[in-house]
């Protein structure tokens, strides 16, 4: 990370997870505001986009954001077994 401004790779970081993962900006924001999210949708684009700042505490608000919503992406079912059984490698 840049010294002069750690959050200069931190937005660029956070924006291509979201693309890797399909999150929608809208998905993002509505989430990082049920959060406690301080800042708007608009703020929260633009901080995606390198073109503004926010502090601390938002951006990694933002960050968790993106992290919970990915963490319930890979939690919803997978593919099914013929068996039904949830796991078949570890037995």
Not at 16 to 37: C, K, P, Q, V
Not at 67 to 87: F, I, K, V
Request: hydrophobic fraction near 30%; include cysteine.
């Amino acid at each position: 990370m840049d010294e002069t401004n750690p959050g200069q790779e931190q937005f660029a970081l956070t924006f291509d997870a979201m693309r890797r993962t399909n999150i929608s900006t809208g998905e993002l924001w509505l989430h990082y505001f049920s959060m406690g999210g301080g800042v708007d949708e608009y703020e929260v684009i633009a901080y995606l986009h390198g073109l503004i700042d926010l502090p601390e505490h938002e951006r990694d608000c933002i960050s968790q954001a993106v992290n919970e919503l990915y963490d319930d992406l890979c939690r919803q079912r997978g593919a099914p077994y013929s068996s039904g059984r949830t796991r078949i490698c570890d037995d």
